[in-house]
């Protein structure tokens, strides 16, 4: 498995090369899909895609924290983070790929 990164640019090429509209709209129509996503989110709404997976954004209260090289506690302030929960179909699929590149 090696360390390769999915870019917007690779994006927008796959849905040049698979749905055949121009590089231009390609590209703007994953910023507008990647925008709608960030801006559900930050409203707080939860975003699903079938059979890829869900994402959400979790609320987490204030904590105490320790600081690993001195052990000072340090206060953890309340924040907002994103989730994100696989479908069975995704995890499936990641599996039967894994399982085939060990073969």
Not at 8 to 37: F, H, K, M, P
Not at 40 to 51: P, Y
Not at 78 to 83: G, K, M, S, T
Request: net charge neutral; no cysteine; hydrophobic share 40%.
């Amino acid at each position: 498995m090696g360390d390769h990164t999915v870019t917007r640019a690779q994006l927008s090429e796959a849905v040049y090369q698979e749905v055949g509209l121009s590089r231009n709209e390609s590209a703007d129509l994953v910023e507008s899909v990647l925008d709608e996503i960030a801006s559900a989110l930050g409203r707080g709404e939860m975003v699903k895609i079938s059979s890829f997976g869900s994402f959400s954004v979790r609320a987490k209260g204030e904590r105490v924290g320790r600081n690993p090289k001195t052990g000072e506690e340090v206060p953890i302030l309340p924040r907002r983070v994103l989730v994100f929960r696989a479908s069975h179909v995704l995890k499936n699929r990641i599996n039967d790929v894994l399982t085939a590149d060990e073969r």
